[in-house]
Nanobody, 127 residues
Framework: QVQLVESGGGLVQAGDSLKLSCATSGRTGSRYAMAWFRQAPGKEREFVAAISWSAGNTYYTDSVKGRFFASRDTAKNMVYLQMNSLKPEDTAVYYC????????????????????WGQGTQVTVSS
């Protein structure tokens, strides 16, 4: 069982930066993929970024490449999402998710592959 708690959301202006944090507890280990998803009002939850818990390799959706950066601190059991050059279209509830994978370094980008979810944190970007 894995527990995830997000924090760090808020109201910012376009062009600002924000760093989200995800505190993890439970049985995370070398064969886990950690991800960030987001859900805007009236829209489906969509993939944003993923990072391998052990290998540290990352994967991003095209719309955030070069602006968002995922990282993790295995000693602190934390996952982060640094969001730069924020745009109004980035406004959404951001969720942290975890998935056990077949091997270390494997990443998923669909929500059905993630078994564990946090409660979400709201990010609002004003124009």
């Amino acid at each position: 069982q894995v527990q995830l708690v997000e924090s760090g959301g808020g109201l910012v202006q376009a062009g600002d930066s924000l760093k989200l944090s995800c505190a993890t507890s439970g049985r995370t280990g070398s064969r886990y993929a950690m991800a960030w998803f987001r859900q805007a009002p009236g829209k489906e939850r969509e993939f944003v970024a993923a990072i391998s818990w052990s290998a540290g390799n990352t994967y991003y959706t095209d719309s955030v490449k070069g602006r968002f950066f995922a990282s993790r601190d295995t000693a602190k059991n934390m996952v982060y999402l640094q969001m730069n050059s924020l745009k109004p279209e980035d406004t959404a509830v951001y969720y942290c998710a975890a998935a056990q994978t077949a091997y270390s370094g494997l990443l998923y980008d669909t929500k059905r592959q993630y078994s564990y979810w946090g409660q979400g944190t709201q990010v609002t970007v004003s124009s």
